[in-house]
């Protein structure tokens, strides 16, 4: 097997459109029909369709906690993840707490490559000098069992905020809210740390406009609206599934951007990333906002990015933003240094089994970077299609690992599948369905190895491995225009589990140039069609797939629209593209083909 794998076009199963999508634009119903929509209801996106706070567990015991802070002026440490949804997640924190009347409150995110993930003993140890009278958790603390007994052993008390899955024991905190602990009723468990912290304060502040503190106190009374340009930025860039709670949370973020309403921090870091605040998208959160945010944990320390979000004025913001966007530039060329190095093992790899890569892959350098290796991990993944975990060394004899996964795994299970095994191998886990971490011992790699790749062949079999595409279907070629374009990108927030639309078909290539090195402009023709010819850009192309001037192609793409000296067209942005196979069609190519959401 080729090291990139093999990729194939799947369309969705659409089945009968909806009556209730009738009035939607054609294509945009087919599309919502193929995520599996039924009523125009889960398109609706006010605030008045959020699900109630009351229905997560532990929302009670966390406000009577937070009450009495602010009544007895305690003062409050919020400890934070190092990531950009553990950033936006004590930003929200912070501002919406001193919004309510705390006048001491202050944040501490552990650096990564002294403290590690969570609240630990050792950063308890930092925060206990603070002398902080409560520690609020946000987007960790679930599995902090040793940390929240250190911080209650020194006289502090505990919430806990959170949204990863728990361990079998819970930490014996003064009060916990997470909707994926035992026993929770609340009906979406995809909420980012951002979404659960933004819960517990409306839920605080609908509890204290109750007891009339806000009169009481000379407060005016917070609009929490403000902070929904953090909760987006978050929600998707954590990479949580976007069902309906989340979209709403999202689509609000949005809108406020694009009104002109968006925070300091989130405007400078929109101009950093060259986007326009008007016409901001989901995906630019994810590509372009986002990773900017999370270069600060990944290169140095996330303080920066936490600082850029809380600045109340622009031309500070603007100056952390520039920062961030220095930390981006280093991060992306230890990045390509990275994943150059293991290219080259993983050849070396594939050459030594004799063309077969283990189901369950890992790599291991002891020199690279700790801050980049999640991301090295899912770049190794998109090209294997198979789950992937990227090792470095931690010091003192430990190696830390970031493990990305693909539909049909669920990381952090298989983890606890093998920590169940053997107890005394992984030191440390936690994570997601499709993202994970772990540290173990360096003697124990080969062992872990091939536990791992045991535990990936329960799921998965030889045809799981190449890579899927999931295609909505192919379009008309008249019906292709700015007008759809701009339809299908600003209907809904599209993300995980909610994918941006994607369609596919056979085109004559009409043209051909390579722009940025990497990057293959194209100008196609549908087959079959006349006098309809359309811009496209494949991003970081096989450029020896084009040594051979292939005249017709199978092509997945998505929609976008071209902006150039004032003038907009349309442009597709290539997913996957292959030479067309003689004596076939694209219809004959996704027959019948089945395909699962990831």
């Known amino acids: 097997m080729p090291l990139s794998g093999r990729k194939r076009i799947v369309r969705r199963e659409t089945g009968t459109i909806p009556a209730a999508l009738a009035d939607l ?35 009670g015991g966390a406000v009577r906690l937070l009450e009495r802070a602010l009544r ?202 060259n986007r326009k605040p008007e016409r901001l998208v989901s995906s630019d959160f994810g590509f372009a906002i986002g990773p900017r945010l999370n270069a600060a944990g990944r290169m140095d320390d996330m303080s920066v990015g936490i600082r850029c979000l809380l600045s109340d004025d622009l031309h500070e913001a603007r100056e952390l933003a520039a920062e961030l966007e220095g930390l981006n530039r280093a991060r992306r060329e230890t990045e390509q240094s990275m994943r150059e190095e293991a290219m080259q093992e993983l050849q070396r790899m594939h050459l030594e089994s004799d063309g077969e890569l283990p189901f369950g892959l890992c790599l291991y350098e002891p020199a690279w970077h700790e801050g980049v290796i999640g991301i090295l991990a899912s770049r190794i993944k998109e090209r294997v299609h198979r789950p992937v975990i990227v090792f470095t060394d931690a010091g003192t004899g430990d190696i830390k690992g970031s493990a990305r996964s693909v539909p049909g795994v669920h990381i952090r299970d298989a983890l606890n599948a093998i920590a169940a095994r053997t107890p005394a191998m992984l030191k440390r886990f936690g994570g997601h369905a499709m993202a994970a971490g772990l540290t173990l011992d360096a003697d124990a790699l080969e062992e872990f190895r091939r536990l791992f790749d045991s535990e990936v062949r329960r799921h998965l ?51 051909q140039r390579i722009v940025g090195e990497r ?24 450029l020896a797939m084009w040594e051979t001037a292939p005249k017709m192609v199978d092509a997945a793409f998505r929609l976008d629209v071209n902006e150039y000296r004032g003038r907009r067209s349309v442009q597709f942005i290539i997913e996957h593209i292959e030479p067309a196979a003689e004596g076939t069609t694209t219809a004959e190519i996704t027959e019948n083909a089945e395909f699962t959401e990831g």
């Open 25 to 59: 634009n054609p294509v945009l119903a087919r599309v919502c029909a193929g995520r599996r929509v039924r009523s125009m209801e889960e398109l609706e996106h006010g605030l008045e369709r959020l699900l109630p706070f009351d229905a997560l567990k532990g929302i």
């Open 72 to 273: 007895e002026g305690w003062s409050i440490t919020v400890v934070g993840d190092f990531d950009a949804d553990g950033a936006t997640s004590t930003a929200v924190a912070v501002r919406a707490l001193r919004s309510m009347g705390v006048e001491r409150v202050d944040f501490l995110v552990p650096n990564r490559f002294e403290y590690g993930y969570g609240l630990t003993p050792e950063i308890v140890a930092v925060v206990a000098a603070r002398r902080p009278d409560l520690i609020v958790t946000v987007d960790n603390g679930i599995s902090s069992l040793d940390g929240v007994a250190a911080a209650k052993a020194a006289g502090m008390r505990v919430l806990v905020t959170d949204h990863h899955l728990p361990g079998e024991h819970l930490p014996e905190a003064d009060a916990m809210v997470n909707p994926n602990q035992p026993g929770d009723r609340f009906a979406s468990k995809a909420l980012a740390g951002v979404g659960v912290i933004f819960y517990v304060m409306l839920a605080l502040r609908a509890h204290l406009r109750e007891q009339g503190w806000f009169e009481q106190q000379g407060v005016q009374l917070p609009n929490l609206a403000h902070l929904l340009d953090l909760v987006a930025l978050g929600t998707v860039a954590d990479v949580v599934p976007l069902e309906h709670n989340n979209r709403i949370l999202v689509a609000q973020g949005l809108g406020r951007i694009r009104a002109g309403k968006g925070s300091p921090g989130i405007q400078a870091l929109i101009e950093i990333a």
């Open 461 to 511: 079999n030889a045809d799981d491995l190449n890579g899927v595409v999931a295609s909505d279907g192919p379009l008309e070629a008249e019906a292709i225009d700015l007008d759809l374009a701009d339809t299908l990108r600003m209907a809904v927030p599209w993300g995980q589990g909610f994918p941006e639309p994607v369609f596919d078909d056979r085109f004559e290539v009409v043209s």
């Open 519 to 542: 990057h293959m402009k194209l100008l196609l023709k549908k087959n079959g069609s006349e006098g309809h010819l359309f811009d496209a850009i494949a991003f970081n192309a096989d």
